[in-house]
Nanobody
Framework: QVQLVESGGGLVQPGGSLSLSCAASGSISQIADMAWYRQAPGKQRVLVATITSGGTTYHADAVKGRFTISRDNAKNTVYLQMNGLKPEDTAVYSC????????????WGEGTLVTVSS
């Protein structure tokens, strides 16, 4: 049994910053890739950033230069530092982890809401 729990969402003004975290818990043998996705109201869920177990990162063009994904393998936690937030960043942000328990499976958190508004 694996659980992923996001935290750090909230209301922020345009140009502001937020830090999100997602901690995985349970009987985990290994975690490979971890990622952040977001889903804005009325839109499909899209990939924001990914990070491998070795620390190789990818950031979507829409957030490149503003958001930074990182991880702490000892804590089974992935982070998303968000700077220069824009109203179009408003969305529910969810984390995903590829986890080895007895087999490899993708697990999702429930999400945390980020609202960027003046």
């Amino acid at each position: 049994q694996v659980q992923l729990v996001e935290s750090g969402g909230g209301l922020v003004q345009p140009g502001g910053s937020l830090s999100l975290s997602c901690a995985a818990s349970g009987s985990i043998s290994q975690i490979a890739d971890m990622a952040w996705y977001r889903q804005a109201p009325g839109k499909q869920r899209v990939l924001v950033a990914t990070i491998t177990s070795g620390g190789t990162t990818y950031h979507a063009d829409a957030v490149k230069g503003r958001f930074t994904i990182s991880r702490d393998n000892a804590k089974n936690t992935v982070y998303l530092q968000m700077n220069g937030l824009k109203p179009e960043d408003t969305a529910v942000y969810s984390c995903k982890a590829d986890v080895l328990v007895r087999r490899w499976m993708a697990y999702w958190g429930e999400g945390t809401l980020v609202t960027v508004s003046s």
